[in-house]
C-alpha cells in the first residue's frame, strides 16, 4: 500500500488573494503531492489548505509554504477572529494509508527541525509529536497568542523544541504535529451574540467551563460531547454568530452527533441552529453516516444509493445554509480519485450499449456480466426500499432496510468491477506489447504476462462471488418482500445468475494460460462451486415467484 499522509497547514492570511495564491502555488511546485483544498475565511483572515501525498513529498511542499508564508505576511499587523501566533499557525500531519503514527512523526519532526534552522522560527510540537504531556494542546501552546507570546517565549517551560527562543515579530512562531484525522466545522446560529455562542461551544466542548462551587473555588465542568474542541464568534460577512468546532476524532464524535447536541443546547438559550458549513474536507463516510442517521430519524430505510445519503447529509446539517456545499470539492475520497472520462460506470445505458457494440474488443463479456450483477442486486434492493415504506409493515423497517444496506454495498462493488474487467483485459495486452529482444526483456514480458492473466481471472471470479452473494438477498424479498414487488425479485434472480454464467465463462477461458496449475484448479474447483450454487438458488427464487404471483 502506497504511504499518504494529509497536511493541513493554517496560514494567517484570508483577505490577499495574491498572498494565497503564491502560498499554494509553492506546495504545488512539488512533484508526488496534490493540493486537494484552499478554503480562505475572510472574518478570520486565515486560510486553510488541504495537501495529501507521499510523506517526504509533503514535508518538502509544506516546507516551502511555510518559507513563503514567512516572506509574506507581517503578523504586526495581522488583526483576525481566529486565535493565532504565527505566519503559519499550525500545521498538523495527518497518516492516511501505509503509514503509522509513529513514523509520521519522524516526518514531523523532520520538518520542525528544518523551518527552526532553515527558517529561524521558533517551532512547538503538538498532540502525538510532543513527548510532554503539558505541552500536547494546541490551545494550552497557543494561550497569549502572537501579542503574548513575546513574554511567553522567554519562560524555561515554553521554550521552543526547535528554533530561536526569540519571538520574531514580522512571522511569529508556528506549531507542528501529529495528529488523528481532524474535521473542522461551524454551526451557524440565528443571533449575533458572541456571549451566547460561546456559551453553547461551553455547553458542549470536552473541556467544558470553570464555575465556581458552593465555597467560590473554581471548578471545571465539562462539556457534553467527547473530543471537541469549541469556541464561538461572530462572523461579520455572514452578520451572525458561529459554534467553531474542532472534531478531533470523529470516530467518538461524528459531525451529525455535534450538530444535533449544538442545536439542543442552542434551542435550550432560545436560540436556533440556521446550517452549518465545513471548514476543508471531510471524508466520505461521515457524511453517509450522517444521511444515514438522519433517515433513521425519519423512519426510512438507509439503503439508498451514496449520493442520496450525501444529500440528505447536506440537507440536514444545513451544509449549504451560507454557500453552495459541492461533494467534489469538499469529500476527500471524491477529491483524491482521478477523473477517468472513459469509465464505463460513468456512461449512459445507450453510451454503454454503443461501446460495447463497437468494434473495440472491451468492454466485453466480463464487464456486461459484472452490469448485470449490478442491475440484479439493484432490483432486489428496490424490493427491500419498497417492503421498508410499505404502510403497515413499520415494524419490519429495519429488518428491510438492514438488507438494502447490503444490497447497496454490493451494487457499488459490482459498477466497479464493470470497469475492473476491461482494465484486466488491457493489462493483458500491455503486457504482451512489452519488448522481447533479450532473454530479460523474454522473462519480464513472460512474469508481467502471467499477473496480468491471473488477475484478469480474479476480477470474473469475484464478479461470480458478488452476484452469488446478491442472490441471498434476492431470495429473502421474494420469500418475505413486498408482494406487489415479487416479479422484480424475480428478475434480479435471472440476472444474478448471468452474471454468475457469464462470469465463469470468462474465469474458464483464461485458465489456459496460467502457470501456476495447483493455484487455477482449485480457482475452478470454486467456480464450478458458485455456479451450481447460482442455478439452485435460481431455481428456487422463480418457484418462489411463481407461488406468489399465482396466489
Known amino acids: 500500500m502506497e504511504k499518504l499522509i494529509e497536511c493541513v497547514p493554517n496560514f494567517s492570511e484570508g483577505r490577499d488573494s495574491s498572498v494565497i495564491r503564491q502560498i499554494a502555488d509553492q506546495i504545488e511546485s512539488v512533484d508526488g503531492v496534490k493540493l486537494l483544498d484552499v478554503d480562505p475565511g475572510k472574518a478570520t483572515n486565515r486560510t486553510v489548505m488541504t495537501l495529501v501525498g507521499n510523506p517526504q513529498a509533503v514535508v518538502d511542499a509544506v516546507f516551502l509554504g511555510i518559507k513563503k508564508a514567512a516572506e509574506l505576511i507581517d503578523m504586526s499587523k495581522h488583526k483576525g477572529e481566529h486565535p493565532r501566533m504565527g505566519a503559519t499557525d499550525v500545521c498538523p500531519l495527518i497518516p492516511l494509508t501505509g503509514i503509522t503514527v509513529e513514523e509520521t512523526i519522524k516526518y514531523a519532526n523532520q520538518l520542525a527541525a528544518r523551518v527552526g534552522k532553515d527558517l529561524n522560527i521558533p517551532v512547538y510540537l503538538y498532540e502525538y509529536a510532543q513527548a510532554d504531556e503539558k505541552r500536547k494542546n494546541l490551545s494550552v501552546i497557543r494561550e497569549g497568542e502572537y501579542e503574548g507570546f513575546f513574554k511567553k517565549i522567554k519562560k524555561a517551560e515554553w521554550k521552543p523544541d526547535f528554533g530561536p527562543d526569540e519571538f520574531p515579530a514580522r512571522h511569529g512562531a508556528t506549531v507542528i504535529g501529529v495528529r488523528d484525522f481532524l474535521v473542522a466545522y461551524n454551526v451557524n446560529l440565528n443571533t449575533t451574540s458572541v456571549r451566547r455562542a460561546n456559551a453553547v461551544a461551553f455547553d458542549v466542548r470536552e473541556r467544558g467551563r470553570v464555575v465556581p462551587d458552593a465555597k467560590g473555588n473554581p471548578v471545571q465542568v465539562p462539556g457534553s460531547l467527547k473530543e471537541v474542541k469549541a469556541i464561538g464568534w461572530y462572523i461579520e460577512e455572514y452578520g451572525q454568530a458561529q459554534v467553531s468546532i ?56 438507509v439503503g439508498v444509493s451514496e449520493k442520496e445519503l450525501i444529500h440528505i447529509a447536506v440537507k440536514s446539517l444545513g451544509l449549504d445554509d451560507l454557500t453552495p456545499f ?13 477523473a477517468d472520462n472513459n469509465a464505463l460506470a460513468a456512461l449512459t ?21 459484472a452490469y ?31 438488507w438494502a444496506e447490503k444490497g447497496q454495498l454490493i451494487k457499488a462493488e459490482l459498477v466497479k468491477l464493470v470497469d475492473e474487467d476491461t482494465n484486466a483485459f488491457n493489462k493483458i495486452m500491455n503486457a504482451f506489447g512489452l519488448p522481447k529482444a533479450t532473454d530479460a526483456e523474454k522473462l519480464t514480458r513472460k512474469e508481467a504476462i502471467q499477473k496480468a492473466t491471473r488477475y484478469a481471472i480474479e476480477i470474473p471470479f469475484t464478479v461470480m462471488q458478488k452476484s452469488l452473494e446478491s442472490m441471498q438477498l434476492i431470495k429473502a424479498m421474494a420469500e ?15 440476472c444474478a445468475r448471468s452474471a454468475v454464467m457469464g462470469a465463469h465463462l470468462n474465469v474458464k477461458i483464461n485458465a489456459g494460460g496460467v502457470e501456476d496449475k495447483p493455484w487455477i484448479e482449485k480457482l475452478l474447483a470454486d467456480a464450478d462451486k458458485i455456479e451450481k450454487e447460482a442455478l439452485k438458488l435460481e431455481k428456487e427464487i422463480l418457484a418462489q415467484v411463481e407461488k406468489v404471483i399465482k396466489g
Open 349 to 369: 445505458i445507450s453510451g454503454f450499449a454503443d461501446k460495447t457494440a463497437s468494434e473495440s474488443p472491451a468492454p466485453g463479456g466480463g464487464s456486461v456480466s
Open 480 to 494: 418475505k418482500g413486498n408482494p406487489n414487488s415479487v416479479s422484480d425479485a424475480g428478475v434480479g434472480a435471472l
Open 246 to 301: 474542532n472534531l478531533t476524532n470523529i470516530k467518538v464524535t461524528p459531525v451529525h452527533i455535534a450538530f444535533e447536541e449544538v442545536s439542543k443546547k442552542a434551542q435550550e438559550r432560545g436560540m436556533r441552529v440556521t446550517g452549518s458549513e465545513l471548514v476543508g474536507l471531510i471524508p466520505l463516510h461521515s457524511m453517509t453516516e450522517a444521511g444515514k442517521y438522519f433517515l433513521r430519524k425519519q423512519k426510512r430505510s
Open 372 to 402: 448485470l450483477g449490478a442491475l440484479g442486486v439493484s432490483l432486489g434492493t428496490m424490493v427491500a426500499n419498497l417492503s421498508a415504506a410499505k404502510k403497515g409493515w413499520e415494524t419490519r423497517l429495519e429488518e428491510f432496510s438492514d
Open 326 to 338: 459541492d461533494p467534489e470539492k469538499k469529500i476527500i475520497e471524491y477529491r483524491m480519485r482521478k
